[in-house]
């Protein structure tokens, strides 16, 4: 059931129920669940890019506070559900100051919240660790 509420705790709640049904469904049938930890968003408008290192994106701090909360519930749902893992690879994607919009070989995002092949080919090593980890 969703209020359709603007309030974002509101939403956070609801968000948080439906994940944690869906995922308790599918721990049933499944050794290992995997849930990927929210990606950096970049700001629609690069006026509000900042640069850093020769690099210019959006600020780590803004990726943070749009992240930060929903991390606890992951966190809380990892610790309820014996066989979901969380992979965060936000530390692929940033700097401690900066979320970088791309490098030299291309961009990261093919959109503001999506991202590009080349994005994704810059966790593909860390996936596949990641997942080689969690064993058969």
Do not use: M
Not at 5 to 25: A, H, M, N, V
Not at 46 to 53: G, K, N, T, V
């Amino acid at each position: 059931e969703c209020d359709r509420s603007d309030l974002p705790e509101t939403r956070i709640i609801q968000f948080g129920k439906l994940l944690s049904s869906t995922l308790l469904e599918l721990a049933d049938s499944t050794n290992h669940l995997v849930l990927i930890a929210p990606l950096p968003i970049q700001y629609r408008d690069p006026e509000l890019f900042i640069e850093s290192d020769g690099k210019r994106g959006t600020p780590t701090a803004a990726v943070a506070a749009v992240r930060e909360p929903v991390l606890p519930l992951y966190s809380q749902l990892e610790s309820q559900i014996p066989n979901l893992r969380i992979w965060d690879p936000i530390d692929l994607l940033c700097t401690p100051v900066i979320c970088p919009d791309g490098d030299e070989a291309g961009g990261y995002y093919s959109d503001n919240t999506h991202l590009s092949i080349h994005g994704a080919s810059l966790l593909t090593d860390s996936l596949a660790n990641f997942l080689r980890s969690l064993g058969p």
